[in-house]
């Protein structure tokens, strides 16, 4: 089974995490309900697997502790 994340992405640069879902088909059709909100026109949107997300959260907090060292 799939597992894929939904970020939202601000203007500013700011990244929020919209949902996990089960397959391509649901997450596209979520980005295409957000993308159709007037007030989220600003944003963009980005579909990616949830096993990638994790490494890059875990990676980049090691990286972190490493430079404080």
């Known amino acids: 089974m799939e597992k894929l994340y ?4 601000r203007p500013n640069g700011d990244v929020s995490t919209v ?4 397959s391509q088909a649901e997450a596209e059709n979520i980005v295409a309900q ?8 600003d944003c963009r949107y980005e579909i990616i697997e949830a096993v990638r997300h994790v490494l890059t959260v875990k990676n980049s907090r090691q990286s972190q ?3 404080k060292e």
Do not use: M, T
């Not at 949902?19 to 089960?22: A, I, K, S, V």
């Open 6 to 9: 939904v970020n939202e992405i």
């Open 19 to 22: 949902g996990l879902f089960y």
């Open 34 to 41: 957000l993308r159709g909100n007037p007030d989220r026109a």
């Open 65 to 67: 502790a490493a430079a």
